[in-house]
């Protein structure tokens, strides 16, 4: 299929949106906090062919794609960010996280307290990566669904898995679908694949569809996505990666709890949550298949 010019691509992208997609890209121009920006003098009431051309010309032809990938992927447009990259020759970004690259997510892997739920005698990334690897055979019975989820959501398919393997080793640790039992409350604090948390006392979050559903895995990825938005506007110096990486640390101990140090896993759960799912996760991209 031939390319076309990124103000054909362009025009094309703002003339198909629908309505309300067409305001929240409107929106999320706007809302950028990076150099240069738009004003919003210059294009509100205007037509659409009129924002594509003060697009270009803010941004140039080649600054704008970025601009505009980004600003797809953080309102949801998935479909039309696949279709637009495609028009301009940048080929599938289906594998490629709306919210930054785990691959370049700077990463210790897991503690050795973290290590010894396999008896292993070591820590750090190649830890992350042996536990990755023993939960790759349950892993692979979820994978169609990991990856319909990943696709919906804008989500790194392997990031999934990686909280899924860290959660509840891809199911082995779950009972009946339930984890994290609570002898105070005779009752399980955790669940699904993903463990969200159901206490009153934390997240409260009301479980969706059965335990290895992709209704699970929607709502699960949709309290991540949650996390890494709410870092993302707490700390908007930080890189998309540390924002990344942020947002999965508050997905385990919440956004009140990653400080402006950048040590994101300073009170996650054996201190290493964060660290330890990014070097699964950049296992499952590099050798799981996901």
Request: net charge negative; charged share 25%.
């Amino acid at each position: 299929m031939s390319t076309k010019t990124v103000n054909l691509a362009l025009n094309d992208l703002l003339r198909d949106l629908a309505k309300m997609q067409y305001e929240l890209f409107f929106n999320a121009i706007l809302d950028r906090q990076k150099e240069p920006k738009v004003r919003r003098s210059d294009v509100e009431d205007r037509s659409r062919v009129h924002f594509a051309h003060v697009l270009i010309s803010t941004f140039t032809e080649s600054g704008v794609v970025e601009v505009v990938l980004e600003a797809l992927g953080e309102i949801g447009c998935n479909a039309q960010k696949e279709k637009f990259a495609k028009d301009i020759g940048e080929g599938s970004l289906t594998s490629v996280s709306n919210y930054g690259d785990i691959m370049k997510v700077e990463t210790s892997g897991a503690s050795m307290l973290t290590a010894q739920q396999d008896n292993l005698d070591f820590e750090g990334k190649e830890a992350s990566y042996a536990m990755a690897e023993i939960d790759l055979v349950e892993m692979n019975n979820y994978k169609s669904t990991i990856k319909n989820v990943a696709r919906q959501k804008g989500v790194d398919a392997a990031l999934i898995a990686a909280i899924i393997s860290r959660s509840c080793r891809a199911g082995k640790w779950l009972t009946g679908g339930w984890g994290g039992y609570d002898e105070k409350r005779q009752k399980y604090n955790t669940f699904g694949l993903m463990q969200i948390d159901v206490s009153p006392n934390g997240g409260g979050h009301t479980p969706k569809g059965s335990w290895d559903s992709e209704e699970h895995l929607c709502q699960a990825t949709d309290i991540l996505i949650y996390f890494i938005m709410r870092v993302k506007h707490k700390f908007r110096g930080w890189s998309k990666e540390q924002q990344l990486k942020g947002g999965i640390a508050a997905y385990n101990a919440g956004d009140g709890n990653i400080g402006p140090d950048g040590d994101v896993d300073s009170k996650t759960s054996n201190g290493d949550y964060a660290n330890d799912v990014v070097a699964r996760a950049q296992w499952y991209k590099s050798n799981g298949g996901f």
